[in-house]
């Protein structure tokens, strides 16, 4: 999982600055569209967004880019800044499983992107202050034919107006405890939205390692720690397990997801399979 910028204070995170974003996702400071996009294409650098969110009160805390085979999407790929409220920075996290609301900018400069804007948390999942990015929530989606300062203004503000209600519920989701049973069941519906039918981790992996606890203060059962447990072992991979077939057994582990785009799906997946168990 990707990681903010850590101070002396492992539960505190700050702003990155513009040579971490520079280092982090150079995309970000693209100069021009990829040669060869569309004449209608309005191309705004990512940097100038920054800037205005900026004079909105968000700082970036994360930064990364898509990777790219092709050398000509090089500088030009899809790319995301996560950024927190500037009044919540340096601001300590103090227990397990508390969460901040983010905010989640994705854009690309070589046509295949439009720029969006998401609702976010982190969630302190550790007492050594690792935050590992949950789901996405509301999302606003400009198109490059309609870039203007007055849209991203308005989608920034829609993000914080959306704040209360993913806060309310994640309480709710927190008081709802689960069975043993119907927390197996939500793990393997949850690996069945992460892998094909005919992918043989399905047949191999059980559901119970992936509600196996990666830490301390994630032993709960209730639906929030359920649904966390769960997309992490889902997106960072590692598990292992033993396929038995006709060449024998043999000892494989998953993958981790690797790109920007199937992380957001999986993570929208998941968001809507735990609230399928909140109304259940």
């Known amino acids: 999982m990707n990681r903010s910028v850590i101070t002396s204070d492992p539960r ?18 693209a100069e021009n569209a990829r040669p060869g996009v569309s004449g209608r294409y309005t191309f705004v650098s990512t940097a100038q967004v920054v800037d205005l969110l900026h004079g909105e009160g968000w700082e970036p805390v994360l930064a990364r880019q898509q990777r790219v085979r092709l050398a000509n999407r090089q500088g030009f790929q899809m790319h995301e800044i996560r950024f927190a409220r500037r009044d919540g920075l340096g601001r300590s996290m103090s227990e397990v499983g508390e969460v901040r609301p983010e905010l989640i900018l994705q854009n690309a ?6 720029y969006r804007i998401a609702a976010g948390l982190y969630r302190l999942v550790c007492r050594n202050g690792l935050i590992v990015a949950d789901a996405h929530f509301a999302r606003v989606a400009i198109r490059h034919l309609d870039v ?20 309310e519920i994640v309480a709710r989701w927190q008081s709802i405890q689960l069975t043993p049973s119907d927390r197996q069941h939500f793990a393997a519906r949850a690996a ?13 992996l059980p559901p119970d390692e992936l509600l196996r606890p990666l830490r301390y203060g994630d032993d709960n059962s209730d639906l929030w720690t359920t649904f966390n447990v769960c997309q992490e072992h ?42 399928e168990f909140a109304r259940n």
């Open 12 to 29: 505190v995170y700050t702003a990155l600055s513009v040579d971490d974003l520079r280092r982090n996702a150079p995309s970000v400071f």
């Open 109 to 114: 400069h070589d046509g295949t992107h439009a």
């Open 148 to 167: 203007n300062a007055e849209r991203f203004a308005a989608a920034a503000q829609s993000i914080v107006e959306s704040t209360p209600r993913v806060l």
């Open 192 to 204: 069945g939205i992460r892998w094909n039918p005919q992918n043989p981790v399905l047949h191999f």
């Open 234 to 275: 889902l997106l960072r991979g590692g598990d292992r397990y033993v396929a038995r077939g006709q060449h024998g057994i043999r000892r494989n582990s998953t993958r981790p997801v690797g790109g920007l785009t199937q992380a957001a799906q999986l993570n929208k997946a998941l968001w809507e399979l735990a609230e």
